[in-house]
């Protein structure tokens, strides 16, 4: 007779039925036995049955607190947009659920504030999938930092560039609903990534400058076509991060931008004993007047996003595994808003 106890899945539940939810949460939910994907709710009802029917998901809504009141998962997924975030957040996890919620946090610190404090207040895990920093590649250099291989970095550059690349679909343009434009979307990950690495070192000021120049004129790119008298977000922003400890980091984002590569996504890191570049993670430093290669991934890591999604499972069922969590994504929020507070203003803004 087997005395072994079966093992319970955690009941899952995803809120806001689209890409990311598709392609990310709901596709590595559906690989793992332990995990069962009981509900999605979505504002368009027919969407949420769409997606309940390709992931063999028993319920469908487009009520949240409706759905977490019938269903009570343990584990509930935030895809929503950005405006839509605390708000689900909040009651997930004040319905007693963990939860992963989609970048960025909220739309505003004080709203990352709070949700950190609740799911403290609940017990509850409260993650965000900033995946980047789940790759091979930060984790080695993150080491590489944290042995002084790099000695200290005083100047690290985020990138974050798109030539042409609005996206079309979604309210991406629309600053009411997202917050602000490549940012918050994309420059989000990279500046993310690049404070992982560094161990978030803490932040002395920010200075900022954004431009609207391309996107109310031009009406389509590699994502698409969007409308332009609809845009009402920043083509680009160039941002200067400076540290307690003297250090600099520099981020530069766009969505539409006149660049020669379609699309650029990285992070370099200068020491005084050597430099880093994060995709794919390469260290080197300068032999009399030669590049010399101390260490050198062959090519950057392609599974990210599952190994982000594994870590808060994993960190839920009570492993010791590092999240990017409630705390660390306050700080992300405070410096975007930091950014385009100091960009609105045109002067330096202290982080507090």
Known sequence: MN???????????IIGAGQVADKVHATYYATRCDLQMVAVCDSRLEQAQAFAAKFEIAGSYDDVRLMLQEVQPDVVSVCSPNRFHYEHVLAALEAGCHVMCEKPPAMTPQQANQMRAIARQQGKVLAYDFHHRFSLDAQLLRAQVQTGALGEVYFTTATALRRSGVPGWGVFTNKAMQGGGPLIDIG?????????????PAVRRVMAHSFEKLGTVKSSGQFGEWDPTQYTVEDALFGTIEFENGGLLRIETSFVLNITEQSQMNVTFCGDKAGATL???????DVNGELNTLFQRDQADDNRHFRSMDAFVRHVQGEPVTIADGEQGFIIQQLVAALYESAEKGEWVTIC
Do not use: S
């Not at 989000?188 to 978030?200: E, P, Q, R």
């Not at 995709?279 to 430093?285: D, E, K, M, R, S």
């Open 3 to 13: 005395n072994a106890t079966a093992v319970v899945p955690l009941r899952v539940a």
């Open 188 to 200: 989000i990950h990279m500046l993310d990534a690049a404070m992982y690495v560094l161990g978030f």
């Open 279 to 285: 995709f794919p993670a390469h260290v080197y430093n």
